[in-house]
Every structure is written in C-alpha cells, then in structure tokens.
C-alpha cells in the first residue's frame, strides 16, 4: 500500500510506527519501546494515538488566529482500523500489538476501514456526527486516489476528465485552506501533482503546451469561483463535492478481497458492503462470475478457529471458509464483524474471538456509548434520540431510572442520565481518573442535583459504581432499573448504515384468516368452535382452578382458548389480570413464540395457536430415553431466539420456564420445535405476596432482585428464569433446586459465594476423559457455566446479554455436529468377516475405537446420545469388537519384499494393506508387531513384554486425534510356518519419521518454505503433547524424538506415534519406572536420569531436543563437554551425563542453529531448565509458537 512515504526509514528504528494519511505528505507517529508496557491491543493503539495529540500536524480549520487541529471522537473510534505493513492485512481490534526486544520495529497504517454509504451523494457535511474524521476520510480517498490504488486494486477506470475535474476541485480546497488567491493559485500548485500517477504520467509531456494550459486555467478559475461563492465553508463544500464524484465513478471502493482454499485450490472471496444489493460475501469464480455465500445483514454469528471461519446465517446453512494464512482470517472477521456494528446492530459482538473491547465493556455496563447531548444537523441528532429512548422505555420508567453513555468527547469518561422527579433528566458525568485509575462522579454536579454536599468516592469500575448506587447504601442516590441498548435498534452512531427508505402502512386484513392477521383482532364468538378442555396436550380438568384451557377451531384452524373458570368467585378482577398478561403478548410475531391471534368479547376469550404436543417439561420427562443431549441445544437455542426477540422489543416475559414452553412438533429421532407461550398468571401471581402457594411454586424461576417486587419484570430477570430453565431442559424436566423447601434456604443459597446448582443429568453423563471427547467436554462446559451458572447470577449485571446467549447456542450446535462427524470419518470400513454391531458403531462413532472396559470410563458412555448427533449421517459398519481385525484382512504380511517402516523399544513396524468391505479398494496400514527375540526363550520375561504391548494397544487405541497417530485395531495372527504374533494395525503415514524427512525430503525446500513447514511441525508436536496432558488421565510420553513423530504426506502433518514408554499418571503428579527399563538417555531430562522420575515436565524436556533434531536436519543430540565420561565398554557414563546437564546454562545443552530464529531457540532454552517447574507447560509453548 502505497502511502507516499520511505518506509525503509523505519526498518532501523526500533519502535511501533503508524503512518497517518495527510492532504499533502503523509505522516508518521513512533511510539518507543520505552512507551510500550508490554504490549497493546490494536483498538488501544487507536485510542492512544487520538488521545495523545498523534494529528497534531493537521489544520482543518484555517483562520487568521489559532489553527483547529485533527481531533477524532469516540463515536468515530470504530470505523478504524491498523493495517500492518508487514502481514498487508488489518489487524482486529483485539489483536495484540507486542515489542518482543528493545530493538525491534513494526508498522501499521492507520486505515479509515468502514466506509460511508452509498448514499453519500445525498451527503451534507453537518450530517457527520465528527468532522474530523471525515476530513481523514477524504485524505485517506484523496492518496488511495492521487497514488494510484484505485487504479492498482480495484482496477476502476476514472474517466481522464473525471481525474482533472477532481484536480481541480482539490486544488482549489487546498487554496482556501491555505487563504490562497486564484492568482496564488496558480503561481503555487502544479496540476499534475493532484492527479492519480498513471494519468499524471500520460499528460505531464503536454501539460505545458498552450492550449491545454489555458483550458485547465480557464476550468480552473470556473470551479474556483463556483466555489467561493457557494457559501462561509468554500473548502468543506469541495470535500463534499470531491468525494460524491469519486465514490460514485468507483463504487466497489469499500469491497475487499481474500484468499480462500476451496475444492479447485485456492481461490477469490468478496466483500461488498456497498456496490451490490443487497450488501454480501461472494465467491469468485472467475469467468463463471460472483457466486453469494450470505448477506452480512443475515449474519447470526462468526466462529473461527485458525485459518478456518464458520458463517452463521438466519436465512441459509452456515458456510465454512478456509483461508490462507491466520491473519487473513481475522482480518476477514474483524471486517464482517465491523460493518455488521457500524450498519446493523451497534453493541453486538458477532464473534466471541474477533470483537472490540470497547464495546465488550459496553455491553458488560449496558452502555449505550457515545451519544452526544448535543443536536447535530437538522434533525436534532443524539439529543432528539435520547428522548426517543425514554419514551420508548416510558412503560419501566419510573423515579431512579436511569441510562448510561459514554462521553461523546472523551474515550474514559461516562455520563449517567437520571430519571428524578421535577428535573429534566439530569446528567451526571463518571470522570476517570488516571493517575489513580478510578471513577467517580462529578462532585458539582451531585451538590447541584441533589442540594447537598456528598463525600468523593472512588469506584475501580463502572459496574463498581452503578452496584453502589443501586444498592441502597447512598443516602441521597437510590437508582432503579437502568436502560439498555434494543438488539438492532438504529442508533445515530452507525455510519455505515443506508439511510431507511419510509415504510408504507401496512393494509387492514382482507379477512380473517388467522395466519394473514398482521396482528391481535376481535374474533367473533359465531366463528369460534370449542372442543374438550386440554392439559399441555392431554385431557384434564384444566390448568388450574384459576384458568381454564380449550382446544378449538376457529375457521379451518386449530387454536387454544384461555379463559377464566366461571365458577371462580372473583371472576372479574381475574379477568382483569389475564388481560393485563395478554396485552404484552399481543404485538409478539415469531417464529419460536406462540401467536396470540386475539380475542373475544363477553366472556372475554383469548385464541392462540394449539400447539399438539403439549408443555415441554412434560415431553421431557416422557421421552427422556428419546431425547439426546443435541437435541436439547437446538430447544435451548430456539427459547434464546425467542429472548434476544422480546429484548429487541423492549419487552419481558416475566417467566420463562418449560411449562410455559410449548412443543409444536416432536418426531421418533428426538427432534424438538418449541414456543415459548406467555405467562397467563403474572399478573395474578404480583398481586400475592411471595409466600403464597402460588408464588413458592415458581420461586426457582424468579430472580433475586424481583423478590420485592414481583411486578419488576426486565431483561436481566428473563435471563435468570432462562438459566434456569436451561437446566431444567438439561436435565429432562426435573424441578430446579428440587433440595430447597424454603424462601430463606433460596435467598442463603442464591446469595453465596460457594452456591453451585447440580449438573444436569444429560450433561453429566457425558463429562469424560476420552481424547476423543476433548472437544465435546469443553462444550458442554461452556452449557453448564455460561449458559446456566452466569445467568442465574444474584447480581444481574454478571448475566449474559440475549444476543451474547443466541451466538453461544448457535456455535455449540454447529460445533457438537462437528464433533459427530469428526468422530465418524477417520474410522476405516473393514472387511465383512463380522457383522457389524450397533454398541459398536455407537461405540466409534462416541471415540471409543473399541477400547477394553479397563479404560471404558475414559469414554463418552454409550451411546445412543453420541451416535444421533447427526442422525442423518449413516456409520461405517464396524466389526463386532471394533478394535479386532481378521488375519485375513492383511495383506502382503507374510510377502518376501515386506517393507520394515521402523522399530521401537517393543515392536518392529512393517507396511502391508489392509483390506475393506463392500468390494472398496484395500488401503494401505502400518502393523506394529512383538519383536522376536530369539535370546530372550524365558516365559516370564515373554510375558511381560507382551503384557507391555498390550498395554500400548488400549493406550494407543483410546486416542484420537489430528497429531497423534490413529490405530484401526488389533490382530493375533498366525504365520504359515504355525509361529503366532500379536499386532497393532495402524494408519499409513507416508513420508516416515520426522528423522528421516529433515534428512531426505526437508533438503528439496527452498529455505522460505522449510522454516514455515518446520514451524508448522513444531506446533503440530506441541498440540499433540498438549492433547496428551491435557486428558483427565493424563499420559506422559517418555520417548519423545525425531524418531518417533510421523509426517504425512501432503499436506504435511506431524503426529505422534510409539507410546511404548509411555505411562497414564492417573492422580500422580508424577510416574517413577524400575532401575532396569530401557530409557533414551539423550533426550532425557536430569531428574528422569538421576531419580528415574517422568513428568509433563520431562515431556517438554524431550520436545525442545526434538526441535533441535528437526533444525539440524536429523542430527543426534550431543553434548559438547569434556566433562563426559565413557564405561569399560564403551557405553555412556550416565552420572557425567546428569552432572553436565544440572551444571551447565540451559543454553549450552544443545548449540543454536543458523536456522533457529532467536525467538524459537529463546524458547527451547527455557524447555532445558533444571528445575522442572521453570519449564513452560504444552499449553504455553502453543500460544507461544502461534505468536511467532
């Protein structure tokens, strides 16, 4: 990118560097690394360089006394970006900017990422909420423009007379700017200085004849004096009018491209925020021209886990991109996730990985963020808008409320807005202060609002503050319920977002066909056709003595009445509440909400839609061995649409538990689609105290904070019934907290800092150590601590925004799908010589590989649960012990050519095919069998190296994963000769040990590509090892080497294999083995050689002497001293060995190598500490190595 500055200036200076665009030269702000504590996030960089004076150079507002610099707001902070110079990407804006050495050096451009509409052209200059950075948006159009991007990047093909027309316009803003006459003019500025290079360059050789000269003069003077006379701000009317042209001549300007790998290799993905209709991610394919993936406006959420993005759509099936290279990826999703912000909805966050920290520290305080209180245009702006949100919010307010906001024009600063009778909403502001890094409120303000002289206090948070005040502990502050941001509300502050078109009113019905009601109506009683009185979908003698519940047609379609019990003897003040229920739940129209249709008069009816399969709780509770734990995310996720919909709406339910749930449709997989009905007794229910019957039922379900007031119903108060009724899904329709019988017990539970709610059923069951569940454990603790112990938090500001639950459900759906068919395609289909069983398909398809009951817990436990995760997905047929393969299935063992791939401390490894069912190709296998030691003629010892293969076998068997070698079973096999051997059959890996290939195939790279690969490799090892330590079980190796890590073919992969050493630590922190086991001395740390003790420790040890073997190109690890020593015959010394190792710096254990990067061999050192606990953990080598 072209900015029209030397960067090679920049590569000595050590420091961060961000170039800033400018109307003439482009600039550039250092930052030391003195000034970096550490490191930055890319947004703070941002904040800094506006906080700190960065634009200092730049004067917007001339005048004949001081000149108005740059200043850029907190309402603009978003539509920037840092594009790095070195990756040629942006950066998200929580990535982490980090000076690793005083001497290093790395530049960004800051970029304007977000552009304005389309619908510039109808632009006034005031309509922009910050000037400042509107004029950066010009420069940064007028450089791309003048240094030819547009032409380079976008291809656009600017008219010549376009080109010269813009010249002129700019010519003459830089003149008023500058206090120029025409005369002025014409004597300073040169022509082609204003033009893109490669017009400048056709034009410059006739640029001096006469003729064109004097018609570029004769232009000129027109479009100066067009200009002058146009109004007090001659120079901003020509950014105005230089910006409409250029925009509208090149209107793919705001697009971005990226490449992706898809079927074909590699290939070209879009973004077209503004020159398609509607605003979409494409594909292109080239001469078959753009092929949609999905609108950003439909984006539900972003999942991205390395090069590797998952798309979720509200109207389509999510798509799954790979890219490149990482940064590509986040910079994909920092651009989706921006513009979705900036045109869409302002506070969500589409992506739990790419996000702006401001707006996660919004949405924690419900913040509102930078609105001014100040009118701006003609339309009065942020002021008229904060109105709108009190009157919206006109139903909840009450004295104490209260709404907060960021200050428009500082980056820490807050303003609280309060609802307080006799003023007109007062404005109290939240000051930081940065020396003590504190808030508090401003004093003057509080003596003005309240006539009274409170004391100062400092709070270390927002939240600190807003808890404070809302507690009851401040005398003469008492706030209530705070306003927060609507789900997709349109907010002044999204600049990206086209201007709304006006909606047309909606028609009256054409009849009354219930489905095309567009909403509640009076139904006529003759229409209306009752039936028996239902139950949750069976008989009974209604809800309760209260309500009265019966099914009915009404026309052709089958709805449900609600009425009051005649026979009750307050009929009418009942009535009365169950119109008040009602009248909210009129105007609801979704999809997983039950549709109120209307009602009738005299007796006063309420018509719904029937739902047939009755309440939720009670289907739970019947078909609990029907009911599998996916199905139970989907129901979780459809209530979660339901909840972000009532939040768009500013509304509340007031209720949500499963038996206001209803089921619409239930088949014989376990498939569920729900509703969430309203709470017909609410009303009724806030009238009584909360010890009544009625009201202890529902206990379980009501927040904390509603206790006092039963009417309070808010958002936050939803989201605690959700978490509740999350469990109550979860664990098949169980009651909550089922072991409280009293008001008091709740309040004590619910209030301490130790209360824990059970583990649902469903869940617990598939809590497991198997490796092959790795990923479902970690998911299902996000369903049991995000989604049910946050929410139903005591204090509300600690529970999850709606729109924050429909992502995490979204994602958890996608991802246990995943998991299924991970689990499902690397298992082989083997030969028909058994039939296959459904416990063993189940068991497969689970992780399980066919494991002995020894290991059976490591398991996720049987599984009708695992297997119909994808139901539609048919298994392999699998063997009836899926870890035994018939003798005959093997292939070329017995061949007089068989190939010896390798050896290990119990087995030799030999290639030969294997061969599958249903008349498939064999494939190819590597068998791993049992030396024969022709010495070794003693039972016992034969024994106990069998035992040790065995044992390698379940270890083996119980693993799976993409850096550890996979094993399809195992085989007792009978030679022709009558001699018997046990083998473990396992997959092919091609291109043989890591040893090997540095040495033969890593000598045919070029030296770009071998580091890449190489580090590649070394993070394959250490996600593999991490996957190792990691299981509840946890395995240590005990003979990590080159020698035994694998490398496929391409795409190369490294994977762990030989667990011969290896050993399960159980509940040790450690694992001590006999004096005479065999042990490989060089890559041992000192403690395994002087005391004989493994630990994960160890582990790293061994793993940073592979690196080194990989580095040297397959060298054996020495070490360079004259301290070792050799015995009589001719073996190591292993007591030198330990004394050199625990005697020597941790960089002398192995030499650095010229292919070691400074920062790679850093790490390796800190692998070879004595001391094991200084070592760093698998977990922190991998976060390491991806910074690299």
């Given at each position: 990118m072209d900015i029209g500055i030397d960067r090679k200036l920049f590569k000595t200076k050590p420091g961060i560097h961000v170039h800033f665009y400018s109307s003439q030269s482009a600039k550039t702000y250092t930052l030391l690394p003195s000034e970096v504590a550490g490191s930055m996030l890319a947004e703070e960089l941002c904040i800094h360089l506006f906080t700190n004076h960065a634009f200092q150079f730049y004067e917007i507002e001339p005048s004949d006394g001081d000149s108005e610099y740059l200043k850029i707001y907190p309402g603009s902070l978003h539509l920037f970006q840092l594009w790095s110079c070195d990756s040629r990407q942006y950066l998200a804006p929580n990535d982490e900017i980090r000076l690793i050495d005083q001497t290093m050096?790395?530049?960004?451009?800051?970029r304007i990422r977000f552009h304005y509409p389309s619908s510039l052209q109808e632009l006034n200059f005031y309509d922009v909420r910050d000037s400042g950075a509107f004029y950066y948006y010009f420069?940064?159009?007028?450089?791309?423009?003048?240094?030819?991007?547009?032409?380079?990047?976008?291809?656009?093909?600017?008219?010549?007379?376009?080109?010269?027309g813009l010249a002129l316009v700019d010519m003459c803003r830089l003149a008023f700017e500058k206090h120029y006459n025409l005369k002025q003019l014409k004597e300073k500025f040169e022509y082609h200085n204003f033009l893109p290079r490669h017009v400048a360059k056709k034009i410059k050789g006739i640029i001096v004849k006469r003729q064109l000269t004097k018609s570029l003069n004769t232009s000129l003077e027109e479009t100066y004096n067009k200009y002058i006379n146009s109004g007090d701000k001659p120079h901003r009317n020509c950014i105005v009018s230089y910006l409409?042209?250029?925009?509208?001549?090149?209107?793919?300007?705001?697009?971005?491209?990226?490449?992706?790998?898809?079927?074909?290799?590699?290939?070209?993905?879009?973004?077209?925020?503004?020159?398609?209709?509607?605003?979409?991610?494409?594909?292109?394919?080239?001469?078959?021209?753009?092929k949609p993936v999905g609108n950003i406006s439909s984006l539900t959420a972003i999942d991205i886990t390395g090069e590797t993005v998952l798309l979720h759509f509200t109207d389509s099936k999510p798509q799954q991109l790979e890219f490149t290279e990482v940064c590509q990826s986040r910079s994909f999703v920092a651009l989706l996730e921006g513009y979705y912000r900036l045109a869409f909805d302002y506070h969500y966050c589409l992506s739990n990985q790419i996000y702006s920290p401001m707006v996660k520290l919004w949405n924690v305080i419900k913040c509102y963020g930078p609105l001014s209180l100040h009118s701006h245009g003609k339309d009065g702006g942020h002021k008229d808008y904060l109105k709108v949100i009190w009157r919206r919010n006109a139903h909840v307010v009450c004295e104490g409320s209260f709404l907060i906001k960021q200050r428009s024009s500082s980056f820490t600063d807050y303003v609280m807005i309060l609802h307080k009778m006799g003023l007109n909403f007062p404005a109290m502001h939240i000051l930081y202060n940065p020396t003590s890094k504190t808030y508090t409120c401003d004093e003057?303000?509080?003596?003005?609002?309240f006539q009274s002289h409170p004391r100062e206090l400092h709070f270390n948070s927002v939240k600190e503050l807003i808890k404070y005040y809302r507690s009851g502990d401040c005398s003469y502050l008492k706030l209530t319920n705070q306003l927060s941001p609507v789900p997709r509300e349109e907010l002044p502050l999204m600049l990206c977002r086209e201007r709304s078109s006006s909606k047309a009113e909606p028609s009256a019905a054409a009849s009354l066909d219930l489905q095309s009601l567009d909403g509640p109506a009076i139904l006529s009683h003759n229409d209306l056709q009752?039936?028996?009185?239902?139950?949750?979908?069976?008989k009974s003698k209604g809800i309760s003595s209260i309500l009265e519940l019966k099914e009915g047609f009404y026309g052709k379609e089958r709805i449900l009445v609600t009425q009051v019990n005649p026979s009750i003897g307050n009929h009418a003040a009942m009535t009365l509440c169950l119109q008040q229920d009602v009248q909210k739940a009129m105007r609801w129209k979704h999809d997983n909400i039950v549709r109120v249709y209307g009602f009738c008069l005299y007796p006063f009816l309420v018509i719904s839609q029937r739902m047939m399969e009755g309440k939720l709780d009670v289907l739970l509770r019947k078909f609990a061995s029907s009911v599998q734990l996916h199905h139970c995310i989907q129901v979780t996720g459809q209530i979660a649409q339901a909840l972000d919909y009532l939040k768009s709406q500013t509304c509340t339910h007031g209720l949500i538990r499963c038996s206001n749930i209803l089921?619409?449709?239930?088949?014989s997989h376990g498939e569920i689609n729900v509703k969430l009905t309203a709470d017909m007794m609410a009303a009724h229910a806030a009238a009584l105290p909360l010890t009544d019957r009625t009201n202890t039922e529902r206990l379980p379900w009501i927040a904390l904070e509603r206790w006092t007031n039963l009417a309070n119903e808010t958002t936050e108060s939803d989201v605690y019934s959700f978490g509740m009724t999350v469990w109550e899904?979860?664990?098949?329709?169980?009651?909550?907290?089922?072991?409280?019988?009293?008001?008091?017990?709740?309040?004590?539970?619910?209030?301490?800092?130790?209360r824990s709610i059970a583990m649902p059923s469903s869940i617990e069951k598939f809590i497991t150590s198997s490796s092959s569940a790795e990923k479902c454990n970690s998911l299902i603790n996000v369903i049991y601590e995000r989604l049910i112990t946050a929410n139903i938090s005591a204090d509300p500001s600690g529970r999850m925004n709606p729109q924050d639950i429909l992502r995490e459900t979204i994602i958890l759906n996608c991802k246990f799908t995943e998991i299924a068919y991970e689990h499902v395609a690397p298992v082989p289909q083997l030969s028909s010589h058994h039939q296959a069983g459904s416990a063993a398909a189940a068991e497969v398809a689970s992780g399980g590989s066919g494991i002995s009951e020894d290991n059976h817990h490591r398991l996720i436990p049987a599984t009708t649960h695992s297997t119909s995760l994808v139901h539609s997905r048919p298994l392999p047929s699998l063997p009836t012990s899926p870890h035994i393969i018939d003798p005959a299935d093997l292939i070329g063992l017995e061949s007089t050519d068989v190939y010896q791939l390798g050896q290990g401390f119990y087995g030799e490894v030999y290639k030969c095919k294997l061969r599958q069912r249903n008349g498939k190709p064999t494939i190819r296998c590597a068998v791993k069998m049992l030396k024969n030691n022709e010495q070794d003629d003693h039972t016992h010892e034969k024994e106990l190296r069998l035992k040790e293969f065995e044992r390698e076998l379940k270890l083996m068997v119980s693993l799976t994963h993409k850096n550890i070698v996979q094993v399809f079973g195992e085989c007792f096999y009978t030679y022709s000769n009558g001699k018997e051997s046990f083998l473990i059959v396992m997959e092919y890996i091609g291109c043989g040990s890591l040893s090997i290939f540095v040495k033969n195939g890593g000598s045919r790279l070029g030296l770009d590509e071998k580091q890449q690969l190489y580090k590649k490799f070394c993070l394959d090892i250490a996600e593999g090892m991490l996957f190792l330590h990691s299981l509840n079980d946890a395995i240590i190796h005990r003979d990590l080497a080159a020698r035994n890590v694998l490398v496929t073919d391409q795409p190369h992969v490294a994977k762990i294999t030989d667990f011969g050493l290896a050993r399960i630590l159980g509940d040790e922190e450690y694992y001590r083995c006999k004096e005479n086991s065999q042990l490989p001395w060089l890559w041992c740390a000192p403690e395994s050689l002087s005391s004989r003790k493994f630990t994960k420790a160890s582990d790293v040890w061994s793993y940073a002497v592979v690196l080194w073997e990989m580095y040297s190109g397959g060298k054996r690890p020495y070490i360079s001293s004259n301290q070792l020593k050799t015995k009589a015959d001719g073996n190591m010394d292993i007591g030198s060995l330990i004394d050199v190792l625990e005697s020597s710096a941790p960089n002398s254990r192995l030499p650095k190598l010229p292919m070691l990067s400074p920062d790679l061999y850093s790490l390796m050192t800190k692998c070879w500490q004595t001391e094991p606990l200084r070592r760093p953990t698998f977990e922190s080598i991998c976060s390491q190595l991806r910074m690299l």
């Open positions: 050096s790395t530049e960004f451009v800051l420069v940064q159009c007028r450089q791309d423009f003048i240094h030819d991007m547009l032409h380079d990047v976008y291809h656009s093909h600017v008219k010549e007379d376009l080109s010269v409409k042209k250029l925009l509208a001549s090149v209107p793919e300007y705001a697009s971005e491209h990226f490449e992706i790998i898809n079927e074909d290799g590699r290939g070209k993905l879009a973004v077209h925020p503004y020159c398609q209709k509607p605003s979409a991610i494409y594909l292109d394919r080239g001469k078959n021209g753009m003057s303000v509080l003596k003005q609002i009752m039936g028996n009185t239902v139950y949750g979908g069976l089921v619409s449709s239930f088949n899904i979860f664990s098949y329709g169980d009651r909550p907290l089922s072991f409280i019988h009293s008001i008091d017990q709740l309040k004590i539970f619910i209030e301490s800092d130790e």
